[in-house]
């Protein structure tokens, strides 16, 4: 086979191997046999006439063929989605929205139908920027959003993200807690509590990432890890277990058996992001890029308020908001 004459089959075969480092992950990835997908690499490399791969029973990596083939392969493979979704019409924009209620992101996802009635955008649950960011990368996302800067770097590499809004931050507490009956709580007011904000929870290292930053130096501890509540029966359930104040945003949906107070002195923001695959296009992505520039210049979404607490030791600027 002449390389001018690779079929995409074969690139999207390496390219999803090249990702994952594994062949069992990258064939469940592309929905394919592993025997199938060993196959593909086997006359990828024979049309090239080079190893792509280093097999060891313990590790798979790229040789340095492989490693100069990757980014050609993962432009070739993006015209060629391109190509098909020109010819074909655009399918439905897979949009992870973190919960099933309401908050930025759904907000966002809302606006962007409205300017975009033409384009289906399918809303998804992940629960978390890093398991959703990771999904975005294999492609069987196509768009989240989240504390984007709390990510792994390397994945963070491989993809693209638009700030959309700096969201401030709230504090859910058990009813009967003492600062329940505070309209805001200070943050200082939290020394000596330990407050949950997902530790344990894989899908969510960038929050805990940030809320450790955030406690830094405060006197409040990270509750350790928790059971992984689904829906809001067994939400209250655990809170009325641990009693343990919990980090989230001001949007955050209203819950059973506790209250939702925002954080002051200073107010801690969340930068959230949108995030999608580096050269991947799509009408409903478009639609959700308007939607955002929108929305913040209605809202004053990027206007942080003087004195506010960023991470990575910004504060927001004088006067601003």
């Avoid at 006359?43 to 190893?51: D, F, K, S, T």
């Avoid at 998804?124 to 989240?146: C, I, Q, W």
Wanted: with cysteine.
């Amino acid at each position: 086979m002449n390389p001018r004459d690779v079929e995409p089959r074969l690139l999207r075969a390496f390219a999803a191997v090249a990702e994952e480092l594994h062949f069992t992950r990258a064939a469940a990835r592309l929905y394919t046999a592993q025997q199938a997908l060993s196959r593909d690499v086997r006359r990828l490399e024979q049309a090239l006439g080079a190893p792509l791969f280093v097999r060891t029973t313990r590790a798979v990596e790229l040789t340095a063929d492989g490693e100069r083939l990757l980014p050609l392969a993962r432009r070739v493979l993006t015209a060629h989605d391109e190509l098909a979704a020109a010819f074909a019409g655009p399918r439905p924009l897979l949009v992870d929205v973190n919960t099933d209620g309401p908050g930025s992101a759904r907000t966002v996802l809302e606006r962007a139908r409205e300017l975009a009635p033409d384009c289906e955008l399918m809303a998804r649950f992940e629960s978390g920027l890093t398991h959703a960011a990771a999904e975005v990368a294999a492609g069987r996302l196509d768009v989240a959003f989240g504390y984007a800067e709390g990510l792994d770097p390397a994945l963070r590499g491989r993809l693209a993200h638009r700030l959309v809004r700096y969201e401030p931050l709230a504090v859910l507490l058990p009813e009967g807690h003492p600062l329940a009956a505070l309209p805001r709580v200070p943050l200082d007011a939290l020394a000596g509590e330990r407050v949950y904000a997902g530790a344990g929870n894989p899908r969510t290292l960038e929050w805990t990432r940030l809320a450790r930053e955030l406690f830094q130096g405060r006197g409040i501890a990270l509750a350790p890890p928790a059971p992984v509540a689904v829906g809001k029966e067994e939400f209250r359930r655990v809170m009325a277990k641990t009693r343990n104040p919990v980090l989230a945003s001001v949007e955050f949906l209203d819950l059973p058996g506790c209250v939702k107070r925002p954080l002051v002195d200073p107010v801690p923001l969340s930068p959230l992001s949108m995030v999608w695959r580096k050269g991947f296009g799509h009408p409903g992505l478009d639609a959700l890029h308007r939607a955002a520039a929108r929305l913040a210049a209605d809202r004053g979404w990027l206007d942080a308020p003087a004195g506010s607490w960023l991470p990575g030791g910004l504060t927001g600027p004088p006067g601003s908001g």
